[in-house]
């Protein structure tokens, strides 16, 4: 390659370093001009997080590949990559699998990629990660000089430091505990916010926002949508991240016990209670409280939480003597807490404790494209639990779950996924080096069916006549609706005790009674 076709390629990207680009803009053009001057099918950029690789910006691959999160250790040609100081070129008839089988956007894209070059990118003398290159033809990148992509890395390395040092001088008059990484928490890959759309940028902006005040903020949002990831990233930007984030399910407990796991008690408070123990609030001091449900909590927990959080004082169950805390709090629900407090099912003045910060999580269906992303980031959960090389979507797939409402949100996309790779694993005889998805492995069609099932009054009209005793049949009939109900609210019980007007309490006692848990 001469010079001249080198300096075409580079010298706009030269020019891009004294420019004020957004980030995404500034790597597409990277990649761009990579490929103008390396031709191949497909190019990425990838930054190193710890022990995982997480793609910035791709050109020539499966949109989903955005939202996967590669684990460097699974990727023998990641690592190699990593360890050279210069860039490697693989054989065309290695062995060794490709981390992009089946995503190289192509006629025939469950081809397995057969050329494959990359280089690493030195930030200050430290991998900041990688940048790679894909031809589905053999031999492509044979005649192709090092030196060129080598020159290659080191502007893309200049790009990428002109782009976090534009993100510091712009972070710079904040507080400390405001620089903190709101996409990911502390306990690693499965605690990461994905997305590009507009809504959730608007989320992600919220929550650097108010993450680093000590305000009290309640979460809302459909079942599935991730309010639980909302609230840790809300404590990772806070000034508390590195103290205690302790969370209570407020539906998952019976209210006999709400109480004492909220406050603690002392030995003979109660029947059980054999010694003490400190309570969520205690064990939460200094950092944050997060409630998850707070919409299950009867009037009277209310009344007592709400002298909590005035006071900063607490009695354990059974003793008079007073704890102080220094807790953030932070709620979440799925009910409309106003409507309940219309009706007289909350009260209003903890209702606007809670609510001092309202932030609204959107549906998944309200975000776009996102949902490829997401799906990509679960594919390559389970590509790596079923012990797969490749796990794609067709671009039928990629449709079909584009144009579904998606009632579950999130959670239901993730259960989506994992059950459709293991069944659709299981139609074949030998374990394929690429598995594809198809449309119909989803089976989006009868979940639709399912979510838009008749109300219950007529379900009746469909039963058959009764031929036995009347009890079994109506247990029979019970057994069916309550089943259906958790089906549409992904085993949610509270919910589901919401739809079919029951005390939650009192749907589980008939639900042991029926055999369904």
Excluded at 108 to 122: I, Q, R, S, T, Y
Excluded at 133 to 154: N, V, Y
Excluded at 171 to 196: M, N, P, T
Excluded at 236 to 250: E, G, H, M, T, V
Aim: glycine share 6%.
């Amino acid at each position: 390659m001469t010079a001249k076709p080198l300096l075409t390629a580079l010298l706009p990207l030269v020019s891009d370093l004294s420019r004020d680009l957004p980030d995404k803009e500034r790597y597409r053009r990277l990649l761009e001009a990579m490929r103008s001057l390396l031709p191949c099918d497909a190019a990425a950029l990838l930054r190193l997080d710890g022990e995982w690789l997480v793609p910035l910006a791709v050109d020539g691959l499966a949109p989903d590949t955005l939202g996967r999160r590669f684990k460097v250790s699974e990727h023998p040609r990641f690592q190699i990559l990593l360890s050279s100081h210069e860039p490697t070129r693989f054989a065309s008839d290695s062995e060794l699998p490709d981390p992009y089988d089946g995503l190289v956007n192509a006629p025939h894209a469950d081809l397995e990629v057969h050329d494959c070059m990359g280089c690493p990118l030195m930030v200050d003398e430290q991998p900041w990660g990688l940048l790679t290159l894909d031809a589905l033809t053999p031999g492509q990148f044979q005649s192709l000089e090092l030196d060129a992509l080598q020159a290659f890395a080191s502007l893309a390395a200049a790009t990428v430091t002109v782009a976090e040092r534009i993100e510091h001088l712009a972070l710079r008059a904040e507080d400390e505990h405001q620089r903190a990484e709101v996409y990911r928490q502390a306990s690693g890959q499965d605690k990461e916010l994905i997305g590009q759309s507009t809504a959730h940028k608007r989320l992600v902006e919220e929550i650097r926002l108010v993450g680093g005040s000590d305000l009290t903020v309640l979460i809302t949002g459909e079942t599935g949508v991730g309010k639980e990831l909302v609230a840790l990233a809300l404590h990772q930007a806070s000034s508390r991240a590195k103290q205690p984030l302790i969370s209570l399910n407020c539906a998952a407990l019976p209210e006999t016990l709400v109480e004492s796991e909220l406050f603690g008690h002392v030995r003979g408070a109660f029947t059980g209670a054999h010694g003490e123990r400190r309570g969520k609030f205690e064990l939460a001091n200094g950092g944050t409280l997060f409630l998850d449900e707070v919409g299950e909590l009867s009037l009277t927990v209310q009344a007592k939480l709400l002298r909590v959080l005035q006071s900063g004082q607490l009695q354990r169950l059974g003793s008079d003597r007073e704890h102080r805390v220094d807790v953030r709090l932070i709620a979440a629900t799925n009910r409309d807490l106003a409507d309940e407090v219309r009706n007289g099912r909350y009260r209003a003045d903890f209702y606007h404790r809670l609510s001092v910060y309202p932030l609204h999580v959107p549906p998944l269906r309200e975000r776009g494209r996102d949902v490829l992303l997401l799906a990509g980031y679960f594919l390559e959960q389970n590509r790596s639990r079923l012990g797969l090389n490749s796990l794609r979507l067709s671009n039928a797939a990629q449709a079909a779950l584009l144009a579904y409402d998606w009632p579950g949100n999130v959670r239901e996309l993730e259960h989506l996924i994992g059950r459709s790779a293991l069944k659709a694993l299981g139609q074949h005889r030998q374990r394929p080096r690429i598995l594809t998805l198809e449309a119909d492995d989803l089976d989006l069609r009868a979940m639709a069916e399912l979510n838009t099932a008749a109300p219950l009054p007529a379900l009746a009209a469909g039963l058959a006549p009764v031929t036995g005793d009347l009890r079994e049949a109506v247990d029979a009939y019970q057994q069916k609706v309550i089943e259906a109900c958790l089906h549409r609210h992904q085993n949610n019980w509270a919910a589901a005790a919401r739809e079919l007007g029951l005390d939650r309490a009192n749907l589980g006692r008939l639900a042991r009674r029926l055999g369904i848990k």
